[in-house]
């Protein structure tokens, strides 16, 4: 979705379908003024709520932002 960083929206599509499902069937991002922090709460509400532990996601988190910092530093 448009007005995500790019390690949230990559975030998102790292986890889950049911946690993506939660997410997106909260609705558009547009109208926040900060569309990524609020993704980020509603990945954090459906980890809570599903299938996947927080730590599991947490480590798809680290992984991918890992990832991008060692990019920018190319």
């Known amino acids: 979705e ?3 960083d790019a390690v949230v ?3 998102l599509r790292e986890c889950n379908h049911y946690v993506q499902r939660e997410v997106s069937g909260q609705g ?3 109208s926040f003024r900060n ?3 609020v993704c ?3 990945i ?3 980890v809570r709520r599903g299938k996947e532990t927080f730590v599991q996601q947490l ?3 680290v ?3 890992c990832f991008f910092q060692k990019t920018k530093q190319i």
Do not use: V, W
């Open 63 to 65: 992984t991918i932002f």
């Open 35 to 37: 569309p990524s922090q």
């Open 2 to 4: 448009k007005g995500l």
């Open 44 to 46: 954090r509400d459906a």
């Open 40 to 42: 980020c709460m509603r």
């Open 9 to 11: 929206a990559a975030f």
């Open 59 to 61: 480590g798809h988190f």
């Open 28 to 30: 558009s991002l547009a």
